[in-house]
């Protein structure tokens, strides 16, 4: 059974409960993260899918395999409240979850001048599932990144397709990752997942049955990722 299947006087009592659990990882804190470093030390990967063994060697070359958790989760995870899949990987709350969004400037134009670092047609978006994309401010910042240069009519960035999406990260819909992608495409994390607390956050790996969770700053570290304000 599911938490939405529950009479609603049950369903209060787990959300009441929810909130005085990430209440007390905020409390413990730093003894949170002293158990998520001894934990990540032993993943069991023998017989995980060739996608999820993509991000452990992303996760190597980025020197975070040290700091690096993962979790296999039921086929039918997807069809779970928000708030049953973070008690599943063991997240501090639903805020913890996040997502990886493939997104595509539908505006580009080769033939700006400007080279991918500064007008990227193509980034990878982490944001909270309680936190959706405001594009206004996306669009804001990367503008920013080339000072301004040509007009709001070049940048119209929206989900890229499915098919783009696997091209450009080498994982499909429900495990893209943004560690270990196939190509380098520039990763933007929303600036409110840095406000964590307990600092770490669960992302897909790879394979829809698997989850990713990593300190925040670790995954900056070795991502060298923008962080903007898309709230």
Not at 68 to 97: C, G, I, N, T
Not at 154 to 180: D, I, W
Request: aromatic share 10%; proline share 6%.
């Amino acid at each position: 059974m599911i938490v939405s299947e529950l009479p609603a006087e049950q369903r209060a009592l787990i959300e009441n409960l929810q909130k005085d659990i990430s209440s007390l990882y905020q409390s413990f804190s730093n003894a949170y993260i002293n158990d998520w470093e001894v934990q990540a030390k032993d993943p069991e990967l023998e017989n995980a899918p060739a996608p999820v063994k993509q991000v452990e060697g992303g996760c190597n070359k980025g020197g975070v395999a040290s700091v690096a958790r993962y979790y296999e989760v039921e086929p039918d995870y997807y069809e779970w409240p928000l708030q049953q899949r973070a008690f599943r990987v063991l997240a501090p709350s639903k805020e913890h979850m996040c997502k990886s969004v493939v997104m595509e400037n539908r505006a580009y134009s080769p033939n700006t001048g400007l080279s991918d670092d500064v007008y990227p047609r193509f980034i990878c978006v982490m944001t909270q599932y309680t936190s959706p994309v405001n594009t206004e401010r996306l669009i804001k910042h990367i503008r920013d990144l080339c000072g301004r240069s040509i007009g709001k009519k070049f940048y119209n960035y929206r989900v890229a397709q499915a098919e783009k999406s696997l091209e450009l990260t080498g994982y499909k819909k429900g495990g893209v990752c943004p560690v270990g992608t196939t190509t380098n495409i520039p990763i933007v994390l929303a600036e409110s997942i840095t406000k964590l607390d307990p600092p770490v956050f669960i992302m897909g790996a790879g394979h829809i049955d698997w989850k990713l969770g990593l300190p925040v700053q670790d995954f900056i570290r070795a991502t060298q990722c923008f962080v903007f304000d898309l709230e």
